[in-house]
């Protein structure tokens, strides 16, 4: 069976440092990878979505990048963390085309302090 | 970009109570989904639907794609404790490749006892 495995669960980081967080998918090939962020408990924007190795569309101008090194392997980063990119982080996958709707990770849990 | 119309934005409901929230959205999409999220959690899916007027159930979830394929509805019946959590809207849009989605803003599901 298909799995999603993010972390770290809960991320406590200074203004100004870089960031990391990573994403996997085990049990498909070829999934469509994506990055929301979430703010306040609400509301999913949609940050970055590849549809395979290399391939990243960027959905909003902000501080913050995503590659894709593996197949399977999604990964969120930043430069220098901004006190605005506190929220929590939803790595999410689909196979396409006939399976609708994504399967969404546990989330990153990120204060920038 | 696109926006969905999620109403209402909370519930604060009695035990037993049945619930009704609905998406509206001025863009037609090809399918609309409904997902559950619990709090520190990925949304969870919980009923997809893929044709216009299509009415489909999950327990005591019932989900209807509305005619005009610009809306939806998700019912809950005879609501339990569990029920609590945060209900998103979300609409695939045609022709997307990697298949977007586009989330409703969320309603928030709280049970009194």
């Known amino acids: 069976s298909q799995t999603i495995h993010q972390w770290p669960a809960t991320l406590v980081q200074p203004v100004g440092s870089p960031l990391s967080l990573e994403c996997t998918v085990e049990?498909?090939?070829?999934?469509?990878l994506y990055w929301y962020r979430q703010a306040a408990g609400r509301g999913l924007q949609l940050l970055f979505y590849?549809?395979?190795?290399?391939?990243i569309s960027s959905e909003v101008p902000q501080n913050l990048s995503a590659s894709r090194p593996q197949d399977r392997q999604f990964i969120l980063s930043s430069k220098k963390l901004l006190l605005s990119d506190s929220g929590f982080y939803l790595c999410?996958?689909?196979?396409?085309?006939?399976?609708?709707?994504?399967?969404f990770g546990s989330g990153t849990r990120l204060t920038v302090v | 970009g696109q926006q969905l119309n999620q109403s209402p934005q909370s519930m604060f409901i009695q035990e037993g109570e049945d619930v009704s929230m609905n998406c509206t959205s001025s863009?037609?999409?090809?399918?609309w989904l409904w997902y559950k999220q619990d709090p520190g959690e990925g949304p969870v899916l919980l009923i997809a639907?893929?044709?216009?007027?299509e009415l489909t159930s999950n327990g005591r979830l019932t989900a209807q794609f509305g005619i005009t394929r610009k809306d939806s509805f998700l019912n809950i019946s005879a609501s339990i404790p569990s029920d609590v959590g945060i209900y998103f809207c979300?609409?695939?849009?045609?022709?997307?490749?990697?298949?977007?989605?586009?989330f409703g803003q969320g309603t928030r599901l709280t049970i009194n006892p």
């Open positions: 999410a996958w689909s196979v396409s085309p006939r399976d609708y709707g994504y399967t």
């Open positions: 049990g498909t090939s070829n999934p469509n």
């Open positions: 590849s549809v395979g190795i290399g391939q």
């Open positions: 863009s037609i999409f090809n399918t």
């Open positions: 639907l893929y044709k216009a007027g």
């Open positions: 979300a609409g695939q849009l045609s022709g997307q490749g990697a298949q977007k989605l586009v």
